[in-house]
């Protein structure tokens, strides 16, 4: 039995309505942990005042310079103690999930037991980039949890100027829309990165984030400074029993008003059976005995939608890989950004494909630790220094698929143009 | 600010095995492994239940509920139990902290789903329902928030709770919510984020003792920030005509407080999209502000976020994301249909801002 | 018989080929002119060196202070004298056209007859800007030139930091879409700037240009600093007899690839006759005994392209007027600009409504002329200053018309937001 | 620069009457007076030949014809004369600069057009053709030119004289021509531009005379120009690691001089649109550079201009401007098409130039 609990009339009125509540969660583990009770009455406080009162600190484990988020009670008393003293201190461990965020419920189950031990007994499944955030522990135990989860076979993730925790889709694992093995390229790039994620040591973050598909249930495009999503060359894939099968229960005006009028390049047709033509780039499929799908896969921009409505009828191409976008970020200093396509494609289903990335990604981290101004992300970076220059520096040709469109301006200098020109035809007549 | 630096190393401390992110085989459930990168396509029984076919003919149903996200220990070992008995001992849990149990028979899919709603766990959040939000730290946990995540998660999710259940949406709807300006939620269908009203209010005692004041003025997107000396020392002070208050010289120098209970708002963002489904991906815009940070259940912004979803609902046509909605019925209708007003605030005047003036004559009438 | 031709083996291969011949009118003119004799002289130095030869000056013609754009030569022998000395100033006189540029011969022969006479014989119908520009006096000649122009009913129009000449498109005058009176419209507006035409004294150079329709045939939407491009408020008309027509010659085929696929809101819809439904804002006609076309005006954005294919079976509605758009110009200091819509509609038939416009446009340049910076536009201006800060100053509304959608970022200060939702408020229960 | 002071005024000197812009009614052909606001419909029976139907039921014909727009007054009193002798005396010009004849009677078309056709000027220019040139000034008479426009457009309309008289295009097709950056031919499906590479060569003895030097710093839109004293007189220094060439700074001050017969090069824009139909009015955008001035015939120009058209001609669905064609096909493929080169001058690095990156994976392959 742990200390009376504080009077908390804003948080109670969390308990009520049907989601799960995390006041609920709270005051059961106050029941054995003054920590808790604490933490409730500053929370209680928070509602009340309608303000925060952690601040950060200095807090780490053993060889490592990141991954814990200090958490210091900024609520004295008058003397200068801490108001609520029991939950002074309240820092969170960072920790990196596996791919995809599985898990057997015997590692759940130890992670609850230690940090049960160690520490408040609140975890969160997961934080923003994809960390098991171990909410809740004082300076002396923050190592002691560390240490177990490190012989778990868990480590720290990445907290400031760092290469960040990463996060991939559930993918291969169990979605057919699947372009690349998420899992083992989040691995291998991240895992090259150990140093930059333990020691923080960049000029700010650079996260990482993978997704299987242009669907990008990671959200990459705008929350990675790097974002791998998969993609195909060839042509859509066609399956004329599920094609059928999806015809009988939605019929013509669905196909036409959901999907021909949505494809966002008209490159989407339905057609009489007889007037559908075939050719190199043409995916075609009957989706009943007069009438079938045309598509000129030269004009699809992969942009899933389809795919995503008649899933198994059409499924992405077997030429897969991924495209790279660089410079993702959220809304500070210059507004939100999202990534630019600087790899079209890239084969991953090889080791060499999976190491040219890590190798990109390591020319990339390198420099961006040269050349960005202190807290200055990579897109920021880009933004300053213009794409081409980056582009120049990872010695990756310019192409037209990283821009909307050519430049609507003159204000370039072009003397250089009949060297480029050359220069481009000397690869041309190489390849 | 937050990242630690170990002053001096004791010598009985354990060194770290750097063994970085772990492999996921291992945690995979048998099914998940055999058919890995070999699936065919999926359905949806019901709400909350995903059912995948591989090409070789396995299938496997995923069930998904609804989780608080910031989970007590107690809690996670009831989903433990639940897996162990009713699952086979595999969870997993998505980007919006959902948890999902993987099963490979279908008839294990509905005493899952009666034991988990049972223990108080919503089934749902697949496919064209309004899912988790996405949850932040606020009150809780952070050093910079200006109000709470974790209640308002709660009591938003409350609301929305029938459509979690349900797939009754035009296509589905990713929420997120951010304590500060910062936006660590992220671009979303719908997203409340603290918008502060009145620049900082400057503690010039504390400037000197904790804060780098070049980082401080480097920090400010405006240049609003200049270093000043206050009662004769050193410290910092704002141009308030240029201040637009996004708190950015908050975090790097805590003296500059931006929260204020009255003065941080509360701001509703629509049209967010990651996907690049139809349309290429797009940020969400600004749709209202001025909402109190009426803890503990916040109903003004509830209200709003409510209303918005329901005329999406009644109003957009099947596979619609609410960015495309909008895109087909325009925003002066948004805002007719919504009734929520216009003001000039929410017309651009940051950085490119000239790109999103309207360059033609399409108007809706 | 003019004097002896130079050599001109640059400008003698322009005779060559089926168009018009610019040079070969010249050497018309040569035969009678020593002036146009230099003028050749000079223009073939210039394709020779590849070089331009003309300079500014001052000249102009009494009572005004612009309209005369003045050339003089800098082609120069060795002791400073020109080289081609009898087209040593080479002026032009801009002279402003009526709307949509209609003429009779009876002036046209009369321009003629007093520009063989008073200049070089070279006129050019018409300058970028819309005016007739008599091409080649010396500075002598010009107030001549004038002097007998202006007694023909023809006045000069801008030229240097003024009000500019100003283009409508043929419109009402012989156009199907016309949805205002664009040469009424525009007698009305540049009439009234005649000082600010004539006596340069602006921060810069403002345009007006009426268009009939969104269309836009005078590329009003980026030449023009403020643009008047006709629309509709109501449903578009629709004529079943041409309807029928049209679809007899053209097919089914072409009425959904051509305009059912390229509908920009998806609005435009084909359907059986038994499913088209009627409504307030639903414009419906039978293409044929089956079929029909459906569109709900509510979410067409007066685009033009359906009335444009089927010309005639579609028309613009009958609640006429204008978008107007402030602030198109092109390339120079920071890159070229579109208009931005600023009024959504604005009825023009009546004399008050152009006088609104009027009214308008009096202030958008009272306001320019204070607070543009010296060579600025009013694209610039309004970029400069922010859109709100404009529409402030002319006292109108905020649209959400006049963005392509709200803010993306959150930099803004919005502690007046609770005032400005009352004044909304206040407004619209008085309305 | 060039607008006039008259410094005194004689006593002689007339006074302007202040007409203005002249009413447009009484050069109105009679048929547009009466059905003025009120026509239903056109068609085109022929390529040139506008057939235009009123309410009531009244027709008028317009023949269209080419033009060289700097016309001598022979070329003009010729046409006056074939509109006395075959058409109804009224004429009117668009804006590019073609000639109009309107005749109320069908009958008057074709010996219309004979007459045109024999005297030289080619009709067409209608519906789905290469229209005429929007035309500059260039080396005939502006003080800033890098070429020439009158040279270049008729060079250029003797290559397209085919597509001018043929309605064979997907969509119209506009040009234009700018004899230095500055674009006062405007956006266009395709247009050629001045563009220079090298900064421009200070002739210092002249600036402390003819350029105020304020205005002349003001005007660099990278800020590349200092005031600077050179051989001890105020003269102008340029940063040409900052200068991008783009010559503004030339017209406040013509000892900067740009124009290069080397290096004042051309460049290829397409897929400019001013019109609302279907999407938004749109910016060209530059396709190509580097192309040599090579009076008086500019085949290098000739050449990538035709090549497009024709890859258009060829490529394009109907109802399809350039900029359409291309937003079905993707940039890729433009230039796959083409056969131009895509260097890396054409990606935007000026302001806003963000917003033009590819922020999606929607890539054709
Ligand atoms: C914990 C977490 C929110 C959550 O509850 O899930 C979080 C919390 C904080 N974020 Fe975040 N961010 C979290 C994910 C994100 C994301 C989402 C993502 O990673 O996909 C973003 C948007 C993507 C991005 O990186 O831009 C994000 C954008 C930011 C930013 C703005 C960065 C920018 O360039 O715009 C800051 C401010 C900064 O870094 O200076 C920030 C800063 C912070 C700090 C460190 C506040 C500060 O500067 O003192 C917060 C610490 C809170 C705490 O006490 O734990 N956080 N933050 C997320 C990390 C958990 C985890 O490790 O899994
Ligand atoms: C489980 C999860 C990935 C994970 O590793 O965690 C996931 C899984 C699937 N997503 Fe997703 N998406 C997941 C988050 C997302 C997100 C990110 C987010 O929620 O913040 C997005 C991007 C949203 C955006 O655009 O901002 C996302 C955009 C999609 C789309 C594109 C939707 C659209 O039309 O715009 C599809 C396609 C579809 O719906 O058919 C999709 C489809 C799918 C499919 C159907 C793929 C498959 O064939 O298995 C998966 C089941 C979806 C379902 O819930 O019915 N998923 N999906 C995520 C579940 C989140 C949750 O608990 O609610
Ligand atoms: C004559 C004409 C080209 C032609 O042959 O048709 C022309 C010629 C010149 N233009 Fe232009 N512009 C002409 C229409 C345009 C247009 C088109 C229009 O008005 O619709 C534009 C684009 C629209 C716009 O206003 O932006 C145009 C954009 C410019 C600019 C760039 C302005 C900008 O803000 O970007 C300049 C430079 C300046 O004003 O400083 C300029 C400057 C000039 C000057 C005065 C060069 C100079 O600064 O010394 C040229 C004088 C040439 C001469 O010797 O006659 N001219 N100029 C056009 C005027 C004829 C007429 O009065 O009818
Ligand atoms: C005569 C003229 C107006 C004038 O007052 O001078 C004119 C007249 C007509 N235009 Fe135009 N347009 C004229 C210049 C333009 C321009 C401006 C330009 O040429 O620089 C544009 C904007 C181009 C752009 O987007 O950059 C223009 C965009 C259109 C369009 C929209 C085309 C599209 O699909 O994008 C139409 C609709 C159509 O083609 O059916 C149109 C339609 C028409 C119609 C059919 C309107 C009507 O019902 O009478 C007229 C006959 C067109 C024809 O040539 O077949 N007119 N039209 C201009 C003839 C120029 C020439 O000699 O070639
Ligand atoms: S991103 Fe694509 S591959 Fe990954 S889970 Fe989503 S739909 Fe499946
Ligand atoms: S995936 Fe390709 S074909 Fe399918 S809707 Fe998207 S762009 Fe069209
Ligand atoms: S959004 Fe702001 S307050 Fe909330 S967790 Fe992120 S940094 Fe902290
Ligand atoms: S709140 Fe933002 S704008 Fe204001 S001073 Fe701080 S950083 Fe600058
Ligand atoms: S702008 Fe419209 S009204 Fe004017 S001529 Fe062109 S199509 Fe006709
Ligand atoms: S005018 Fe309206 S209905 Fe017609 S194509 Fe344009 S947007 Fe669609
Ligand atoms: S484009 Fe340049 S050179 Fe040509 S007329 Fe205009 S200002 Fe003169
Ligand atoms: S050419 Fe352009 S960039 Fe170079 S100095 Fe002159 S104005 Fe500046």
């Known amino acids: 039995m742990a200390k009376k609990m504080h009077d908390t009339p804003n948080l109670d009125q969390l308990e009520d309505g049907p989601w799960p509540s995390f006041v609920t969660g709270l005051k059961d583990l106050a029941k054995d942990k003054d920590y808790v009770v604490d933490l409730l009455g500053q929370l209680e406080e928070s509602y009340k005042t309608r303000k925060g009162y952690w601040k950060g600190g200095t807090v780490g484990v053993y060889g490592y310079g990141g991954g814990v988020i200090p958490r210091f009670t900024e609520l004295k008393n008058e003397d200068g103690t801490p108001k609520f003293k029991d939950a002074a201190e309240f820092h969170t461990l960072r920790i990196m999930p596996p791919p995809g ?331 | 600010m937050n990242q630690a630096v170990q002053a001096a190393a004791p010598a009985q401390k354990r060194k770290p095995k750097e063994t970085g992110v772990p492999d996921n085989k ?49 809690t996670i070992r009831k989903l433990c139990d639940i897996a162990d008995n009713f699952a086979e001992g595999r969870v997993r849990f998505t980007i919006r902290s959902n948890i999902e149990f993987i099963v490979s028979d279908a008839a294990k899919v509905d005493p899952l789903i009666a034991e988990l709603e049972k223990s108080g766990f919503p089934v749902g959040g697949t496919g064209n329902s309004v899912s988790m939000i996405a949850h932040t730290q606020g009150w809780l946990h952070c050093d910079i928030p200006g109000t709470d995540a974790s209640g308002v998660v709660k009591a938003l999710m409350d609301e929305l709770y029938d459509e979690f259940k349900r797939e009754e949406m035009p296509n589905r709807v990713h ?23 009145k620049p900082p209010v400057i503690n010039h005692d504390l400037v000197a003792n904790v804060c780098e004041r070049p980082t401080v003025v480097a920090r400010c997107p405006v240049a609003a920030i200049r270093p000043a000396m206050v009662n004769g020392k ?38 967010g999209k990651n996907s690049n489904a139809r349309g290429k991906p797009t940020f969400m815009k600004m749709v209202a502000s001025g909402l109190p940070n009426n803890a503990p259940r916040w109903p003004e912004v509830a209200e709003v976020v409510k209303n918005i979803i329901a005329v999406y609902k009644a109003d957009a046509r099947p596979w619609e994301r609410l960015a495309d909605w909008i895109d087909r019925i325009g925003w002066p209708r948004f805002f007719e249909k919504t009734g929520l007003p216009f003001t000039k605030y929410l017309i651009d005047d940051w950085r490119g801002s000239r790109a999103n003036l309207n360059a033609s004559t399409h108007i809706r009438f």
């Not at chain 1, 700010?204 to 400074?225: E, I, L, T, W």
């Not at chain 1, 009957?286 to 004009?299: K, M």
């Not at chain 1, 410079?327 to 999976?354: A, R, Y």
């Not at chain 2, 410290?235 to 120098?253: F, H, Q, R, V």
């Open chain 2, 26 to 74: 291992k945690f995979l459930h048998p099914a998940l492994v055999k058919n890995y990168g070999d699936w065919k396509y999926h359905d949806r029984p019901r709400p909350g239940v995903l059912h995948h076919v591989a090409h070789g003919g396995d299938e496997v149903w995923s069930v998904r509920a609804g989780t608080q996200r910031q989970m007590d220990v107690h």
């Open chain 1, 101 to 431: 965020m599985h898990y057997d419920t015997g590692t759940l189950r130890q992670f609850c037991d230690l940090w049960e031990k160690h520490g408040s007994g609140l975890i969160a499944f997961h934080g923003q980039s994809g960390d098991i955030m171990f909410q809740g522990a004082t300076t002396d135990n923050v190592q002691k949890a560390f240490d177990e989860l490190n012989e778990m076979g868990f480590d720290l993730g990445g907290a400031g100027p760092a290469v960040r925790t990463s996060m991939s889709c559930v993918g291969a694992a169990r979605c057919e829309q699947s372009c690349y093995d998420e899992a083992k390229t989040h691995r291998a790039v991240l895992n090259t990165f150990l140093d930059d994620i333990h020691r923080p040591s960049l000029p700010y973050k650079f996260k990482f984030k993978f997704s299987g598909c242009p669907n990008d249930c990671m959200n990459s495009v705008q929350r990675a400074d790097m974002a791998v999503i998969g993609t195909w060359r060839d042509n859509i894939r066609t399956d004329e029993a599920l094609a059928k099968k999806w015809f009988v229960k939605h019929g013509m005006d669905e196909l036409v008003n959901d999907i021909v009028a949505r494809c966002p390049t008209k490159t989407f047709q339905v057609k009489e059976l007889s007037k559908i033509k075939g050719g190199e780039h043409i995916s075609t499929v009957a989706v009943n005995d007069t009438h079938g799908i045309e598509i000129n896969n030269q004009d699809c921009v992969r942009c899933m939608h389809c795919v995503n409505v008649m899933t198994g009828a059409l499924a992405p191409g077997k030429d897969k890989g991924a495209t790279v976008l660089v410079g993702g970020k959220s809304h500070l200093k210059i507004g939100g950004l999202m990534g630019t396509v600087v790899i079209p494609f890239i084969k991953l289903d090889t080791d060499e494909g999976v190491e040219q990335l890590v190798d990109f990604a390591q020319r990339t981290i390198e420099f961006f630790a040269e050349n960005a101004l202190e807290h200055e992300r990579t897109g920021e970076m880009i933004e300053r220094i213009g794409l081409t220059n980056f582009l120049d520096a990872m010695e990756i040709d310019v192409d037209p698929s990283m821009v909307n469109s050519p430049r609507m301006n003159p204000y370039v200098r072009t003397d250089g143009w009949d060297d480029e020109v050359a220069k481009i035809n000397a690869k041309k007549q190489a390849a």
């Open chain 2, 234 to 271: 050193p410290s910092l002070e704002i141009d308030e005509t240029k201040c637009m208050c996004c708190g950015a010289c908050y975090p790097p120098c805590p003296p500059m407080q931006i929260n204020d209970p009255e003065n941080s708002k509360l701001a509703i963002w629509v049209g």
């Open chain 2, 175 to 197: 929420l997120s919510t951010s304590c500060c300006e910062i936006n660590c939620g992220g671009q979303a269908d719908i997203a409340i984020i603290v918008q502060h009203t």
